[in-house]
């Protein structure tokens, strides 16, 4: 299903006659969101949350009595009610979401499933054409907040170091691609998916033809997007060259380093959560700076942006961070806060388990905590706070460990970067 095709189903929904869905709809890519205080976009997700509520509970009697057991009134609700309908994600496996769907269902979506590297059943979510277009939307709208600029439609290049398969099961991936197909960007995947018994994670390779298509192309901005392992990777390969090795690359490719040109930008998914064998973030980016070349918009050599997309399976938007310039932060919209780890009640203390409520998802009540501890600190920007990944609850703390999009894209890379 094209971006087209997602747009001019969710326009035919029926539920854009509802009121609080029309002003979702309206209201996800504005712009002027960002520039609004911490305290007017507080306000603004009460209202729409408390919307949710109200909506839910029309169309699923099982919110009714979910309410009722929790002594939530939807027209009073507040943050702390919010926190109480948070769910873990391993409820969402196999079949978990299904009670939680609407009656009324709008068909013709997708299904999203987690890795299921675990072994467990993955967690699977499904997403109608109208919260596929909100999706689009809203991340596109956060993603060119957190880059600084807007994505030209039809200007640039991008190579995403996964295989095209991966766009129609992992959130990252198909976040990036719609959002790119919608601005009329080429999108290169730098794997390919090969026949084989093993699992669907053992056997992507990299197709050097795409590699070398992106490497050499004169199009700017370049775009970048990878696990943290992939840039690690890449980086160290491109240091480990021989100097006749390096003469060779570079006659053949135009790289090292990789010019990413005006506006070029390296994303990776995930951070790097759950292994310990590469080196921290920082030093991820410090490494790849001496092999990707970036420059700003008006041609000035600059320090390569790089931006992390912290995507869970479970949620309709992502968290976004700019090395150096910002931590993760939320859509405007989306509540995002922190739980007491022994409680799981709202806490105010600077640290805790992540949890989510998204008022503008439109299938299920999108409220859960995905198992990661967070900090927060104090920042003047949109959300008056950003968002620092510090690790995974345990299995020791009663949590069964799952990768995230961004993990996934991490088991890829376990193989080697041969390209």
């Not at 205080?37 to 919307?51: G, N, T, V, Y």
């Not at 509520?53 to 939530?72: G, M, S």
């Not at 769907?101 to 890795?115: C, M, P, Q, R």
């Not at 992507?204 to 298509?213: A, E, G, I, S, T």
Request: a negative charge.
């Amino acid at each position: 299903m094209t971006v087209n095709e997602i747009f001019t189903q969710a326009k035919k929904s029926r539920f854009l006659d509802v009121p609080y869905i029309a002003k979702i709809w309206k209201l996800v890519d504005d712009p002027s969101l960002f520039e609004k205080s911490p305290d007017a976009l507080e306000k603004l997700r009460l209202d729409l949350s408390r919307d949710a509520l109200r909506f839910f509970k029309e169309h699923n009697p099982y919110y009714a009595q979910l309410y009722e057991n929790l002594d939530i009134t939807p027209a009073t609700a507040d943050l702390a009610d919010l926190a109480k309908l948070t769910v873990p994600a391993d409820m969402l496996r196999g079949d978990g979401l299904k009670p939680l769907l609407i009656n009324d269902l709008e068909e013709g979506g997708k299904w999203f499933t987690s890795s299921g590297t675990t072994g467990k059943t993955p967690v699977r979510i499904y997403r109608s054409p109208l919260d596929l277009a909100i999706m689009i939307k809203a991340n596109t709208a956060l993603f060119e907040y957190v880059y600084g600029d807007v994505l030209e439609e039809g200007k640039g290049i991008a190579l995403f170091m996964a295989a095209e398969e991966l766009k129609d099961m992992l959130n990252f991936v198909a976040f990036v691609d719609m959002t790119l197909e919608a601005k009329d960007i080429e999108l290169l995947y730098g794997m390919d998916l090969v026949d084989g018994d093993e699992s669907i994670w053992k056997r992507l390779v990299p197709n050097k033809d795409r590699l070398l298509k992106f490497l050499k192309s004169k199009k700017e901005p370049k775009l970048f997007f990878s696990a943290p392992a992939g840039v690690h990777l890449m980086s160290k390969r491109f240091e480990d060259m021989n100097p006749i090795q390096n003469i060779l690359y570079k006659l053949a490719t135009g790289a090292p380093p990789v010019k990413l040109g005006k506006g070029g930008v390296v994303v990776t998914g995930g951070g790097t959560k759950g292994f310990s064998d590469l080196p921290p973030h920082s030093d991820i980016v410090t490494g790849a700076r001496k092999q990707f070349k970036a420059q700003s918009k008006a041609g000035e050599s600059v320090a390569t942006p790089f931006m992390d997309v912290m995507g869970m399976t479970e949620t309709l938007t992502a968290l976004i961070d700019k090395f150096g310039v910002m931590e993760k932060v939320p859509h405007p919209l989306q509540n995002v806060f922190l739980m007491d780890p022994e409680t799981y009640q709202l806490t105010d203390e600077p640290r805790g388990i992540l949890g989510v409520f998204t008022p503008y998802t439109t299938s299920w009540l999108e409220a859960f905590y995905p198992g990661d501890i967070m900090s927060i600190k104090e920042s003047p920007r949109f959300y008056g706070k950003e968002f620092v990944y510090e690790r995974r609850l345990t299995v020791e703390e009663g949590w069964e460990l799952q990768r995230a999009c961004g993990g996934t894209m991490e088991e890829l890379m376990g193989g080697g970067f041969n390209a």
